[in-house]
């Protein structure tokens, strides 16, 4: 969203004080290892983010943004350690100028802070991976699986994703754990009323006839039939003397508690399953910290780079040590996770027949009120609570392991007189006088309308809970739907754009490159094509320079993914280093063609490299910057190559002819170099690659010459009058500036062979420079926008065009 | 929010308006819940769906 027109830098990392001024546009920084390239990408990682993503994470040891941030002699002074970024809003052009200080990194200062500006600053503070280093690069490709995912998804921007369907499964789950309670109450309560009117089944024309039994005593209306909203015991009269008792009933209820506590052998299978596996718990205390932990060596495990444990620090003999350690933690984990989900299936069933015992005591116990045992009442309901804590423990491994023994004696807990109260409650209801038939009825409705009532409610729960688990199980469908048909659709366009990317980079060899990414349960495999002799992983059989090539290409595919049209600006950390000689110009190709409009920011050593990226048109020439070495009381010695012509006449303007002298010749040993290249001159072959300059000197004026009567005779041969005027000019040119070199020829000759200036005055050398320039220009693409050298596309023997990067020259060369 | 997750939240509200299976209620109260930066907590859910789900228990 935004790009960089300037970068100034001050006492931050092994910067004393810098000045870039990009404009905008590409641009490579060229120098040796530790110059100080990577001082700037620091620095613009810390302006736009607030954060050096190389001093945060694994394996930075100790080093932090807040200590080492600044120059080592301004260490106690992060407030002078400050980047500020000159920048323009990609869409509407506003500039600003954004400053961030290492003594307040999570706060910048931004002028004018108009509302897009500020937008697009925040927006560039949430992408730290608009900076990538080649550590970065290689973990997308080479990581193993459940790290690449990681990584897929935090530089995508997943987690939230998955984040969100956790949440929606924890409450499925959660809907789950209480429809399955008010199932449990569902049929405490059913029992209730089946008990109650004494019936097997509870059959609506079974419960119509025995409540119209009573109804037909009472003489009242009798039921057409019975629903779940049918009051039972409509125009039923309170007696004046209290509610009475329904002795049969009463019976019953604790002939059920009394026959539950004597056979109960779903309880007894289930809590000896339990206590059996919770013995397995015990005997080994480590299963329940490998439960524990088990999340954090599953996160861990993916995150081993080397001998130092990333979860704790400490350092092991070595990796694989390390490794099998964790991968040894996982596997007695699994082990656990099988254990505990026995222990969780036998816990439920353990409490759901506490709650039907629980039902049972809930029905009984108001017996013992009628019968005036008011202590036994008090004992039944200490039990039921008693009852209901055991349950609540069986609810998690902690608690768990305190009901243990529990499980083993007497899951019920029976209270050791219960036997006998229940026996004596028997007798009692037993000894309750007859009562007239009327009442008899008149209070088995009432007691009918209430269980009645009840279950109506506890159906009414369930029904509600249904609704929700249903409604649960709706949504996190739908969620699942709708994530996973996202990221297919993301992982196949991601796949798609990294094979094209790939393959436009390695056309010559590998044409035919397909890669694979397979999300499945939190992670993310990566096959390529290898030769097309089958699917491997990239580290398998692919070159390291390929296997960068694959990162950055992924990488690439990833953030044009994710950023969309808001990718502008993207800063590589000496990542393009290693992509094989051969594919230099093609990867440039890439980047300028399906990236036009981002601006790219790029360091290297390889001084030939960042000359192809010239040549290639993806920088252009006035945006190399050369670091030329670095001190620590200075900090990097820089340059920039900028237009070096600009340079060498303010040195003829302080009369510094050696000074001037000297940069032409390095200048056109850059440049001669490169053209060679371009152009497919032949020189002499030298296994250091050093090149005189004479000799790329006359083998690039040869091959130029060679190719211009190519395209002459191919203009002729396709009888292209435009063509044919267009080599002319091109020759014309060519001949006025081989004829300025004859004119200057002593002085040339004496800059090329001798290097020998020391006597020159600029009188002498005006002439010389602009020669040169001159000669140079022959090669260089007229277009302001372009500047990039000219270049030969086919084969030496099967050229095709004479060409530009931007493509305002195009001679064709091939005859008809 | 960033683009991928917004779009698949978008994506998952729109679903959940034109469902039969979830009830106008809950897809806005989860509409409102899953925008915010914090998500709710599992519980909260829970209770948006037995709120939302279902007759109303007398």
């Known amino acids: 969203m935004i790009q960089l027109l300037a970068i100034r830098i001050d006492e931050f990392r092994g910067i004393r004080e810098l000045d870039l001024s990009p404009d905008c546009r590409s641009v490579v920084i060229l120098g040796p290892n530790g110059s100080g390239k990577s001082g700037v990408v620091d620095a613009i990682d810390f302006a736009l983010t607030g954060n050096v993503s190389r001093l945060s994470g694994e394996g930075t040891g100790g080093v932090s943004l807040a200590k080492h941030g600044p120059h080592v002699h301004r260490r106690d002074d992060p407030a002078a350690a400050k980047v500020t970024l000159t920048i323009r809003h990609a869409v509407n052009g506003q500039t600003g100028t954004l400053s961030r200080c290492v003594k307040t990194p999570g706060q910048f200062t931004l002028e004018p802070e108009t509302p897009e500006l500020l937008e697009a600053v925040t927006w560039a503070s949430l992408h730290p991976e608009l900076t990538l280093s080649r550590r970065e690069v290689v973990k997308y490709v080479n990581a193993e699986p459940g790290k690449r995912a990681q990584e897929v998804q935090a530089l995508l921007k997943l987690e939230r994703i998955d984040e969100t369907r956790r949440l929606l499964k924890s409450a499925l789950s959660k809907t789950s754990s209480e429809l399955k309670g008010t199932g449990t109450a569902v049929k405490n309560a059913e029992d209730a009323v089946r008990r109650h009117l004494d019936l097997t089944e509870l059959l609506s024309e079974e419960i119509c006839g025995v409540i119209n039994g009573y109804r037909a005593t009472l003489g009242l209306d009798l039921l057409e039939a019975v629903i779940a909203d049918t009051k039972l ?92 350690h964790l991968e040894g933690k996982l596997a007695r984990s699994e082990a656990a996770a099988t254990l505990e989900g026995r222990i969780r299936k036998s816990a439920e069933e353990v409490a759901e027949e506490l709650q039907r015992l629980r039902g049972l005591i809930q029905t009984a116990q108001p017996h013992s009120v009628t019968v005036g045992r008011g202590g036994d009442h008090a004992a039944l309901l200490e039990w039921s609570n008693d009852l209901a804590a055991f349950e609540a423990n069986l609810g998690s491994l902690e608690t768990l392991a305190q009901v243990g023994s529990r499980l083993e004696t007497n899951p019920l807990g029976t209270p050791t007189t219960l036997t006998s109260t229940l026996s004596e409650l028997r007798v009692d209801i037993e000894a309750l006088p007859d009562q007239s038939t009327a009442e008899d009825a008149r209070i088995a409705l009432t007691i009918a309308e209430e269980r009645w009532s009840q279950l109506r409610q506890a159906r ?93 290409c992924l990488y690439l595919a990833l953030i044009d993914q994710v950023l969309g049209e808001d990718f502008r600006v993207a800063v590589l950390d000496d990542v393009v280093t290693s992509v094989d000689t051969n594919h230099r ?120 010459g060679e190719l211009l009567k190519k395209a002459a005779s191919s203009a002729n041969s396709w009888s292209n009058e435009v063509a044919e005027q267009q080599v002319e000019s091109l020759k014309a040119d060519r001949t006025q500036a081989i004829q300025a070199q004859g004119d200057e020829n002593w002085a040339i000759n004496a800059l090329v062979h001798n290097n020998d200036w020391a006597t020159m005055t600029r ?9 040169c320039k001159q000669f140079v220009d022959l090669f260089t693409c007229s277009s302001a926008e372009c500047e990039s050298w000219i270049y030969v596309s086919g084969t030496p023997g099967n050229e095709e065009a004479l060409r530009c990067s931007c493509g305002a020259l195009n001679v064709n060369l091939r005859q008809k | 929010m960033a683009g991928i997750e917004a779009d698949v939240i978008e994506a998952f509200l729109e679903r959940l308006k034109i469902s039969d299976a979830v009830p106008v209620l809950v897809a806005e109260k989860l509409s409102s819940a899953l925008a915010k930066e914090k998500l709710p907590k599992a519980d909260e859910i829970a209770e948006m769906y037995r709120e939302g789900s279902g007759d109303p228990i007398a």
């Open chain 1, 585 to 704: 110009r093609q990867f440039c190709n890439l980047l300028k063609e399906v990236f036009p409009g981002v601006q790219f920011i790029i360091t290297t050593h390889d001084e030939v490299w960042a000359r192809q990226m010239q040549s290639s048109g993806l920088i252009d020439r006035q945006s190399l910057v050369r670091f030329h070495g670095w001190s620590v009381e200075g900090g990097p010695l820089y340059g920039s190559a900028g237009d070096f012509w600009k340079q060498i006449e303010s040195d003829l303007d302080r009369d510094d002819v050696p000074s001037a002298a000297h940069k032409l010749r390095r200048n056109l040993e850059a440049s001669m170099a490169d053209i060679a290249e371009s152009l497919q001159a032949r020189v002499v072959y030298r296994p250091d690659n050093s090149h005189d300059l004479g000799a790329l000197f006359n083998a690039v004026k040869g091959r130029h």
């Open chain 1, 763 to 771: 009188a002498d050398f005006d002439p010389v420079v602009e020669t």
């Open chain 1, 233 to 324: 015991a409509t125009g039923v009269q309170g007696a004046p003397g209290g509610r009475g008792y329904d002795k049969l009933s009463a019976l019953r209820d604790v002939d059920a508690l009394a026959a539950f506590i004597a056979e109960h052998p779903n309880l007894s299978a289930a809590a000896a399953e339990l206590a059996a596996a919770l013995d397995l718990l015990k005997a080994d205390p480590t299963i329940l910290d490998a439960l524990k932990h088990r999340h954090l060596v599953e996160v861990g495990l993916p995150l081993v780079a080397n001998a130092v444990c990333p979860l704790c620090d400490q350092t092991w003999q070595d990796v694989s040590e390390l490794r099998a």
């Open chain 1, 460 to 552: 009414a729960s369930k029904a509600k809970a249904t609704a929700a688990r249903t409604t649960a199980d709706a949504v996190y469908q739908a969620y699942n739907e709708v994530a996973d048909s996202a990221l297919t659709k993301l992982y196949d366009s991601v796949e798609s754009n990294f094979s094209d990317y790939y393959r436009q980079i390695n056309a010559d060899d590998e044409a035919a490159f397909t890669a694979g990414l397979a999300p499945s349960a939190g992670k993310l495999d990566l096959e390529v094509d290898f030769y097309g002799l089958g699917m491997f992983p990239p580290m398998a059989y692919h070159s390291e320079g390929h296997q960068d090539g694959m990162g950055v």
